[in-house]
């Protein structure tokens, strides 16, 4: 038999201008929308964007971008439009009147279709699951019909309105079993954490795809998935480091990004726990990307959500190797400005203002191992003070005396 390869779903997105947010960082949040799209397998075939104080609370976009986007749909095959924002289920109702046979996607969506392809263990796929019935439940009215999907691909749609109370109803007595289900592995990991509570743990915290796994892997010497896609780890990796004698836990967990649904925080409240309840945190930030600093302060927000922010924090600024600083002009000397130049050694990015984001910075490559040692050394000299705070006879103790945890 011929089998013809499935078609790649494609996608135009669209997104608004405001005072908040200028046209080029307009931009920049749709190369991480199409990021995001290219996750879920799906092609960006076209962008609008719109200068508005708000979105339209019937469309989102004025009439004028609407007639356009239409436009652009009815001479081109495409099969979903993308918002950069969350829409409201009367926003999604009528846009979905516009887009004739076009399915209506926003980012909290198109998240939530990413965790439900990475999941991996028992819990996650839960996590997941309860995040996208919280998330649809409001939406119900032409997103489903007796929990049966209609289409294949993002954002699939049922056809309308259909027996809605017996939906309703269906989804809520789902929602509360999955919670049901969810507390008691939440129980089960509380004990197994509390049994951890002898050694000092160090939780790997960022925004997604800064190379979080990548450094895990070269901490821990482990197998950890590692890949260049958005969310590519979501289930949490605990692992056993020695160091000189000296064992601590290690997690790599799922990384954060700019608005991260509300639906995941809570129902991965397990998971993120072993952020809240970790000793130290290793803060991976991608130097390269150029909103770095902004994902900094998102990662930091989240952590102040999920109360974690006041835990020791060390800094870790990754991909050292293929930094390139942005041109600096000095305003005192505008006929010979300063230009920073092209490749910065290890020394000038130690002294350079990025040095200050925190009390204790590294800079290193995980990929390249670069500068690995040091990083090692900070890590490796807080794990000990801790460490001896809990064991301060331990130098003189036999590490076979204490039953650790694999």
Known sequence: ???TAKKQETAVLVALISQKQTAEKTQEYLDELAFLAETSGVATVGRFTQRLDRADTRTYVGKGKMQEIQTFLLANPVDMVIFDDDLTPSQVRNLEALFVDVKVVDRSLLIL??????????????????AQYQYMYPRLTRLWSHLSRQKGGVGMRGPGEKELETDRRIVQERIAFLKEKLDKIDRQSITRRKERNRLVRVALVGYTNVGKSTLMRR????????????FATVDSTVRKVTIENIPFLLTDTVGFIRKLPTTLIE????????????????????ITHDLFEE????VNQTLTEIGAIDKPIILVFNKIDAYKPRV??????????????????????KRSYIAQKADLVVFISAEKKQNIDEFRDIMFSRVKELHYGIYPNWINMNPWELQLED
Do not use: C, G, W, Y
């Not at 279709?113 to 309860?130: D, G, P, W």
């Not at 129902?267 to 991608?286: M, N, Q, W, Y």
């Open 113 to 130: 279709n990413i965790f439900s392809m990475r999941a991996q263990s028992a819990q996650s796929k839960l996590q997941v699951e309860l």
């Open 295 to 298: 994902q900094i302060e998102i």
């Open 1 to 3: 038999m011929n089998e």
């Open 267 to 286: 129902s991965f409240k397990s998971t993120l726990d072993e952020v809240r309840e970790a000793d130290i945190l290793l803060h991976v930030v991608d």
């Open 219 to 230: 901490i821990a010497k482990a197998d950890v998935f590692a890949e260049n896609k958005l």
């Open 328 to 349: 600096i002009e000095t305003d005192f000397e505008e006929e010979h400005p300063q230009i920073v130049e092209e490749l910065p050694t290890l020394e000038l990015l």
